[in-house]
């Protein structure tokens, strides 16, 4: 822009960078979307359609922003971890904020046609923060924080909602049956009353979606193979120390780790679509 007698307003703009050597979280989540499940008819007490709504959103925002290292999605929500050393957009917050809030909602209506059949009523709209972690403990501890929640929400839902549905109680009446019971007893309630060993449910409700960055070799392909990258969906326990030690990129020296994939018949439906799809490299925003 020339200059003018209006530019010294630019010097009110104020420098939120990030500081140095630390771990960014961002976490998305749905504004209302007890509301919106409900006009959209979302399954109770899982969606399994609507999670990979969110799950294909996500890949979208960590294909544009290559410095995420993991995502993880549960709910309505997800959370992108950007490398400690990130230079993305000057690590100024609030560009590296609205990038990806904007993006992700973006991502979530594009893709919502091809999973959903009934077609959006509104526009649905997501909340973001920015949380910052000094050290790996933090970092893991946070995650193992989203993902115990999902556990103690989705034991509950999926005995509440088969006191509803299949018990014919009332709302009321299945939170009272619920009230002061620990883990234990809502799995077996769950077993007792309705044959169902909660462990056995989809992982993806359990323990929601790991998001890594991954060089994928299919069958057939040797070590020695560069494999494709791609955005790979897991659904693990990531409290647990197995997990970083089966995949040491995240907290290392980040270069994407490597996932052997067995058979075609193996490939989850979100990374089958990434491998096949060779459209050109998009335009990148940075
Ligand atoms: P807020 O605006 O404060 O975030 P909210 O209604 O979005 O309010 P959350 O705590 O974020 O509240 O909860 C999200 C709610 O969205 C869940 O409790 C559930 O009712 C619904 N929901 C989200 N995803 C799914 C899904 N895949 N299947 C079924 N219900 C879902
Ligand atoms: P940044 O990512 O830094 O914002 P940018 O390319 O978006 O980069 P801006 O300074 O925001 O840069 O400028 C927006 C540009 O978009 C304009 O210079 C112009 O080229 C184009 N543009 C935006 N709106 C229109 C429009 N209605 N018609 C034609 N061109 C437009
Ligand atoms: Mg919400
Ligand atoms: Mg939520």
Not at 48 to 62: D, P, S, T, Y
Not at 124 to 153: K, M, T
Not at 156 to 176: C, I, P, R
Not at 263 to 280: A, I
């Amino acid at each position: 822009m020339a200059c003018s007698r209006y530019e010294y307003v630019k010097g009110y703009e104020q420098d939120d960078r990030i500081l140095p050597n630390v771990w960014i979280v961002i976490r998305i989540d749905g504004k209302k979307f007890h509301k919106f499940a409900n006009t959209h008819k979302f399954e109770k007490p899982n969606d399994e359609n609507a999670l990979h709504v969110m799950n294909v959103a996500g890949i979208g925002v960590m294909q544009e922003f290559r410095d995420i290292v993991l995502g993880y999605g549960q709910s309505d929500e997800y959370s992108f971890v950007f490398r400690k050393d990130t230079d993305a957009f000057k690590r100024r917050a609030a560009k590296l904020l609205t990038y990806v809030t904007s993006l992700f909602s973006t991502s979530y209506v594009m893709s919502w046609p091809k999973w959903m059949q009934q077609p959006l009523a509104y526009a649905p709209c997501f909340d973001g923060r920015i949380i910052l972690y000094p050290s790996d403990e933090n970092l893991r501890d946070y995650l193992s924080w989203r993902q115990a929640d999902v556990h103690v929400n989705n034991l509950y839902n999926t005995a509440f909602w088969k006191l509803v549905l299949e018990s014919g109680l009332s709302n009321q009446q299945a939170e009272q049956r619920l009230r002061g019971t620990l883990s234990a007893d809502k799995n077996e309630l769950l077993y007792q009353q309705f044959g169902i060993n909660y462990n056995n449910m989809p992982a993806m409700y359990r323990k929601g979606t790991i998001l890594l960055r991954k060089r994928v070799l299919q069958f057939g392909q040797d070590e020695q193979d560069k494999g494709r990258q791609a955005i790979v969906p897991l659904h693990e326990d990531l409290i647990g120390a197995e997990f970083w030690r089966k995949h040491p990129e995240i907290l290392g020296k980040y270069v994407p780790g490597k996932q052997q994939l067995l058979d075609e018949k193996s490939l989850p439906k979100l990374l089958e679509q990434q491998l096949t799809d060779h459209m050109e490299e998009k335009a990148r925003i940075s």
